[in-house]
């Protein structure tokens, strides 16, 4: 007789969740002017003292597409190995804020300057940051457009003032955030505003993700709407003044024709480079990217990997680092650990930049090269490394006089020295002739007392061995 | 003097027969006698005396710039003039005085022309009859000439004139109505659906809308920025040529105008129309049509068949979906254009100011007119994101095909198209007044938008009067950046066409009844 068992398993799994992560990031180019008025671009200037007719949207007033901005967004995307599109369009985006005085925004919406690129990034892991993972993401578009004007709230007075110099703000980023369960389609995406530094990118992200996830587990709905996220509090809230979804009334921005850029191979015979942007000229041009760098650091000098990356992290490092190896005969591997380990260590405690460094390249080489002639001991030259980086204005050399911490490298002095010390010890000199080696440091020790650490000790332990085995 | 042509006042000023001054100060007289027109909505009284000065001075040292130098001109009140107040004929702009000139404004100026004044048109330039601006309708010269009186059996009961006074056409009705009235000798308008062609036909002056690309926007308001251009309205072609050799050329403040160097022309005096070929296209003869307009049309064909150029039939298919296409595209523009006026940077901004909305709202409301607005209205509904492939997309397609239609007709062998530039002609105030500006507008632009639409040169030349003794005008068309044939063409037909001056006495004689009878009512 057979009993067919139905065996009802029911456990509540909680299946995993898959974040998708989308960053608009506007950046504004480092051009002299701006993109589309003839005004200039400054930094930290009076309120509206660098507005030009079209940027006060003065009826009558045309955009004038700015050279140095297409070539700019050439670059980004030749160095984010994005597509550059030969035809990009400018678009008219639609909206009324007191920042945007012409009620409409210039952005390329139908079709930007540059398309699918990535970026690969590396970061260091593990107990000792030794480990690198290198991650890969995709750049969807870059886009030239028109940066808004600033806005200043003064609720005291119910007032909101204008500047419309749009020189401030370098960098801002809006993040976009859904959450699904992989092999199912994408959820639906919130936009979090307001992020102003990476540190609140990275919490503001982390927030949202948890409470798309905890809304869904608990039976919720994530809204498509804008958030703002508040750094007080650590969460995003939603932003009260949309009512609705916006409409931009996207329509083709009619005072600028299409941007036809040329490479090498679609370029006619008779414009010259001056007169054309030209894709293959900008990429013969490129700086090395950082990945190139950092490979050829590593060949070059022989330091470890996670030593390129710190060098091309900290502004000014690299030059400084291969300043230094210039200058000295000390290894470049040996140089690295100065740099890095004790150098930099010396600015972050001051809260300096390298380029603030009271410490130049030529110092430090000039400290290295005292301690590759063994004229101080390595403890020596951290200490005056330790002093210089206070500020005072001293070289190496004055320095190591003033405190005294040259290595006595005399003979005689040195054997006088050893042999005192030999005669107190007799003990231990014992020891050692009976064959505990070990016991010759403390007499390496003794020595460096006697004198100060200012015995070399390299050339104590030759003496010492050589009077022991007398 | 003041009926002369550029070239002779030009000659006239040369050899010292006027002087700058003199010349500028019959203008600005005549403007003042004229005044009934309403054709200035500011007159530059000062700045046009001081100009007159430099240029005398000028032609006393025997350096004169050239042949605008010391010439009044006025300049429709759509183009920003620096320190000029420039109003667009609406709320919103009242009181605003730019501070720079438009490019082509600059390039008169820099040629010693003789700013007169700013002239009144369709709020924002959105019309056809001048009639819908704060400062009041523009009222067509002819309507008090010797020839429309005689023909209508007018008595001379100043009611009934004041009553029966006619459309000068627009939206540059002002400019329109300065040249064909004498009080200057050359005027700018813009042109965007037919707006200085329309005038121009009405008033019975050369109104000319050269090629897209040719002459530099900059300055000039928008209306609808793929498709306007700044007119050109003389009193004969020859003079619209000169103007353009001072205005065409490269704008590197206009993104839009054709990089290619221009060099202006001077028209033939010798023309052998034989050589042409003339295009006369069968969708452009509608039932709307006057009879007289479609009589001067026809023996405006047998005119150039007679002198041996070649007069065939063409087609423009599309025509009939441009009307629908244009409004389209048209108000997507202008709502995107009048977006910027908000109240918070310069123009008209309301008392109301609870919020940021309800000051933009409130402003918008008291500054525009119900076209500006109703055009607004319209534009932002064809650009919401779920019309936008239906609307505007497709009205796009539509005006590739429209130019597609005059490039077919083109590459056939055809050099210049000869159509109507209006349905009829000017119609009293009252009258045009019954239907609303869509609705005018509709019917007004029917003959001149397609030029708009595919960018091409086109000018309006005074023809012939019609049976009550106004003018009707006729409209050539020719091929991109072809103005030198377009105009050589036009001046061969002006030739024979030999139309007449306006007689003015009668209408400085209403000027003295005016004065007269407001004399009488103080006495």
């Known amino acids: 007789m057979h009993t067919n068992y139905m065996l009802f398993l029911l456990f509540f799994s909680v299946a995993p969740w898959r974040p998708v992560v989308g960053l608009e990031i506007h950046a504004q180019i480092n051009s002299n002017s701006k993109i589309f008025s003839g005004s200039q671009v400054q930094f930290i200037a009076p309120p509206n003292s660098l507005v030009s007719f079209f940027d006060a949207s003065l009826p009558g007033t045309l955009p004038v597409l700015n050279r140095r901005c297409v070539e700019a967004a050439v670059m980004t995307g030749l160095a984010l190995s994005c597509s550059i599109n030969k035809k990009s369009l400018f678009d008219r985006k639609h909206y009324f804020y007191a920042d945007l005085p012409a009620g409409y925004q210039i952005t390329q919406q139908r079709l930007p300057i540059a398309v699918n690129g990535n970026l690969s990034y590396t970061f260091c892991v593990g107990a000792k940051q030794s480990q690198l993972v290198t991650k890969n993401v995709r750049i969807k578009r870059i886009q030239l457009e028109q940066d808004s004007g600033k806005s200043l709230h003064n609720d005291a007075r119910s007032q909101t003032l204008i500047d419309l110099n749009r020189a401030e703000g370098q960098l801002r980023v809006d993040a976009n955030v859904s959450v699904h369960h992989p092999g199912e389609p994408y959820g639906v995406r919130t936009e979090v505003k307001n992020i102003n530094s990476l540190r609140f990118l990275a919490k503001a992200v982390d927030y949202e993700i948890q409470r798309q996830i905890e809304e869904l587990e608990n039976g919720g709905t994530i809204l498509n709407e804008t958030r703002t996220f508040d750094y007080k509090l650590g969460c995003t809230i939603p932003m009260r003044d949309k009512e609705g979804k916006q409409d931009y009334r996207f329509m083709p921005e009619p005072n600028l024709p299409p941007l036809i850029l040329y490479d090498a191979k679609s370029l006619p015979a008779n414009i010259g480079d001056q007169q054309v942007v030209n894709i293959d000229w900008i990429q013969e041009r490129l700086p090395d990217l950082p990945s190139v760098k950092r490979v050829r650091l590593v060949e070059q000098y022989g330091i470890l990997p996670e030593h390129s990356f710190t060098l091309l992290n900290e502004d000014g490092l690299m030059e400084f680092f291969e300043d230094v190896v210039r200058e000295t005969q000390m290894n470049p591997k040996k140089v690295i650990g100065w740099v890095i380990s004790e150098l930099l260590g010396h600015l972050k405690q001051y809260d300096l930049t390298v380029k603030e460094s009271p410490v130049n390249s030529l110092s430090l080489a000039d400290l290295l090269n005292l301690l590759e002639r063994r004229v101080i001991s390595s403890s020596a030259a951290k200490q005056v490394l330790k002093e210089l980086c206070k500020g005072e204005g001293k070289t190496p050399l004055q320095m190591v006089k003033e405190k005294q911490l040259e290595l006595i490298q005399n003979q005689s002095e040195l054997d006088q020295i050893c042999q005192a010390v030999m005669e107190r010890h007799q003990e231990e000199v014992m020891e050692i002739k009976a064959g505990n080696r070990k016991v010759l440091n403390k007499l390496i020790g003794l020595v460096q007392r006697a004198t100060e650490r200012r015995a070399d000790p390299i050339l104590v332990k030759q003496i010492l061995e050589k009077k022991l085995s007398q | ?523």
Not at chain 2, 107 to 128: C, H, P, R, W, Y
Not at chain 2, 172 to 179: I, P, R
Not at chain 2, 319 to 329: F, G, K, R
Not at chain 2, 472 to 484: D, S, T, Y
């Open chain 2, 1 to 523: 003097m003041l009926r002369a042509a550029l070239r002779e006042v030009s000659t006239a000023l040369k050899e010292g027969r006027v002087s700058p001054t003199e010349l500028c100060q019959r203008c600005l007289s005549l403007i003042k006698t004229t005044k009934f027109l309403n054709a200035y909505i500011t007159v530059t009284e000062d700045t046009a005396l001081r100009q007159a000065e430099e240029s005398e001075k000028r032609y006393r040292r025997g350096q004169s710039l050239g042949d605008l130098d010391g010439i009044p001109v006025a300049v429709k009140d759509n183009f920003s003039t620096a320190g000029i107040e420039t109003t667009c004929a609406s709320n919103m702009l009242k009181g605003y005085i730019p501070p720079y000139n438009a490019t082509v404004v600059q390039k008169l100026l820099d040629q010693g022309a003789v700013l007169i004044g700013k002239t009144n048109l369709d709020e924002f330039a959105m019309g056809s009859g001048s009639t819908d601006g704060i400062f009041g309708p523009v009222r067509n010269p002819w309507s008090y000439s010797r020839q429309y009186k005689e023909k209508c059996g007018q008595n001379s009961r100043l009611e009934n004139e004041d009553s029966s006074w006619l459309i000068a056409g627009g939206s540059s009705g002002g400019s329109a109505a300065a040249v064909s009235s004498f009080t200057c000798f050359a005027a700018l308008g813009s042109d965007t659906g037919g707006s200085t062609r329309n005038p121009a036909a009405h008033c019975g002056v050369v109104g000319l809308k050269p090629t897209y690309g040719l002459v530099s926007r900059h300055g000039l308001i928008p209306l609808v920025n793929s498709m306007d251009v700044p007119g050109i309205l003389t009193r004969c072609v020859d003079d619209a040529a000169t103007v353009l050799g001072v205005l065409a050329g490269h704008d590197p403040k206009d993104s839009t105008t054709v990089q290619d160097p221009f060099n202006p022309f001077e028209l033939p005096s010798v023309i052998d129309v034989s050589k042409f070929c003339i295009g006369i296209p069968k969708e452009y003869h509608i039932p709307g049509l006057s009879s007289e307009t479609l009589a001067v049309w026809s023996k405006a064909a047998d005119l150039f068949e007679n002198a041996g150029a070649r007069v065939i039939e063409v087609s423009l298919p599309h025509t009939c979906y441009s009307i629908v296409c244009y409004h389209v595209l048209c108000t997507a523009e202008v709502a995107s254009n009048m977006a910027r006026f908000d109240g918070l940077e310069y123009g008209h901004r309301s008392n109301i100011d609870k919020s940021t909305e309800s000051m933009y709202a409130a402003t918008r409301r008291e500054g525009f007119n119900d076209v500006v607005r109703g055009r607004i209205l319209s534009g932002n509904y064809f650009l919401l994101k779920q019309n936008y492939e239906k609307y505007f997309i497709k009205a796009q397609k539509v005006r590739r095909l429209i130019a597609n239609d005059f490039v077919n007709v083109f590459n056939s062998g055809v050099d210049v198209l000869l159509t109507p530039t209006t349905l009829r002609d000017a119609v009293p105030y009252v009258e045009f007044i019954k239907e609303d500006n869509r609705t005018r507008s509709a019917q007004d632009d029917i003959f001149t938008q397609a030029a708009n639409m595919s960018g091409l040169p086109a000018v309006s030349i005074p023809t012939a009067l019609s049976e009550k003794g106004l003018p009707i005008g006729l409209q050539f068309v020719g091929h991109a950046f072809q103005e030198l044939q377009l105009l050589t063409v036009a001046k061969w037909f002006e030739k024979q066409a030999k139309f007449p001056i306006l007689q003015l006495q009668e209408m400085l004689d209403h000027a003295d009844a005016l004065s007269h009878q407001k004399i009488s009512l103080f006495s």
